[in-house]
Every structure is written in C-alpha cells, then in structure tokens.
C-alpha cells in the first residue's frame, strides 16, 4: 500500500526541541521530492519546507528559517524534520507529503504538486 | 509571504455549479502553472484535486476542473454532490522557489 506514516510529534515546552519522522512505503521513495506542511489547529495550510530526491536541494519558508532542518534517508524510505527554538506559534498538525518528481526546473528542491499526505502527527508548544 | 486569497465560503444546491477563486500576485504564481488544489474533509488530510492549473490526478472526478486568467486561478465544481462538502485550499509555487497556500474555502451543499 502506497502510503506515508508520521510521528515524533508531542508536547514540547517554549524553545525546546523536536525530531519529526516520516516512513514511505509502497512507492520509489528516491525518485520522489518530499515535503512538510502544517496546519495550526482550526486554520489552513502552510509550507514547512521542501527536500529534493537526494537532498541536494532544499528550501524553507521564511517562518521555520534556520530554526527548522529537513532531511531524509533514502535507505530507509524517511523523511525528518528537526524543529528547535520552538514557539507557540508552531502548534500544528504536521504533514509530510511527495511531491511529482517530475519537476522541470532546475536546481530546485521541488515545483510538484503535493500528490500523497501522511495523517499528520501533532506537535503543541506549551 | 501572505496567503493567497480564497472567499471563507461558497455554497451551492445539488447539481448546480460553484467556483472557488484564488487571487495573488505575479509573484506568487512565479510565472509558472504549477497551482494545485487539495480538498479537505473535517478530521481528515488532504487531498490533491488538481495539479499544474487543470490537470486532474487518476481517480479524481471529471467534475472538478481547473483554470487560471493572470494572476486568478480557480477551482470549479459541477454537479455539486453532497460529498464535495469539504474544504479546499489552492497553492502555487512561487517566483522564489517556495510554495503558498491559499486561505482556504469551505464549500457547503445547501
């Protein structure tokens, strides 16, 4: 089954630290840009940050900038997020999510469409 | 970077037709055509509806279609079913290599 599976996500205190997690199974998880997008709770979507197929390119939304890290692990179909110096405002519902990989543009960590979601694993700063 | 711009709701009878707009500058759109919609049901993630302006996934209906006029893309809805009730968000890569949502429509069947 074609699917992607997050955790890591938890109650963390004012400036501490977090390990998002991504497992992808039933797809070539190298061929494939990957994504995290969040959502605040009752609000709407958000760009975290983008990692292309072997992580050469990636790129981040000028809200998580040098505060948020994302990487990946083809040998393990994974995808990760290090969140540190978290705040209240990124209480969210995290996402990982593929993007195409058939992205024309060059040099860039991905231009796709976000074809698969994960559930989501809840991250709250209190 | 700001959202770009979706009304809060549009409602619409069974059968009728609805259109979501989503407004954002050149910027925004990066004078590409990589605008995608996802639809949303409560407690549930989400879900890509269309890709590059009007291209629908495999397995997405062939009521919902796509356009885009400038800096304005829409999202149109046919034959409106009660299952489309949902929520539903535009996005689009953007001129500096970033993506940006839309503020989101909740789309309601009367």
């Known amino acids: 089954e074609v699917q992607l599976v997050e955790s890591g996500g938890g109650l963390v205190k004012p400036g501490g630290s977090l390990r998002l997690s991504c497992a992808a199974s039933?797809?070539?998880?190298?061929?494939?840009?990957m994504n995290w997008v969040r959502q605040a709770p009752g609000k709407g979507l958000e760009w975290v940050s983008s990692i292309s197929s072997s992580s050469r390119y990636i790129s981040y939304a000028d809200s998580v900038k040098g505060r948020f890290t994302i990487s990946r692990d083809n040998a393990k179909n994974s995808l990760y997020l290090q969140m540190s110096s978290l705040g209240a405002e990124d209480t969210a519902l995290y996402y990982c999510?593929?993007?195409?990989?058939?992205?024309?543009?060059?040099?860039?960590?991905?231009?796709?469409?976000?074809?698969?979601w994960g559930q989501g694993t809840m991250v709250t700063v209190s | 970077q700001s959202a770009l711009t979706q009304p809060a709701s549009v409602s619409g009878s069974p059968g009728q037709s609805i259109t979501i707009s989503c407004t954002g500058t050149?910027?925004?759109?990066?004078?590409?055509?990589?605008v995608s919609w996802y639809q949303q049901h409560p407690g549930k993630a989400p879900k890509l509806m269309i890709y590059?302006?009007?291209n629908r996934p495999s397995g997405v209906s062939n009521r919902f279609s796509g356009s885009k006029s400038g800096n304005t893309a829409s999202l149109t809805i046919s034959g409106l079913q009660a299952e489309d009730e949902a929520d539903y968000y535009c996005s689009s890569y953007t001129s500096g290599s970033t993506y940006v949502f839309g503020t989101g429509t909740k789309v309601t069947v009367l």
């Open positions: 590059d302006v009007s």
């Open positions: 039933g797809f070539t998880f190298n061929s494939y840009s």
């Open positions: 999510a593929s993007s195409g990989g058939s992205c024309p543009l060059i040099r860039v960590a991905s231009c796709d469409a976000f074809d698969l």
């Open positions: 050149s910027s925004d759109f990066g004078g590409y055509n990589y």
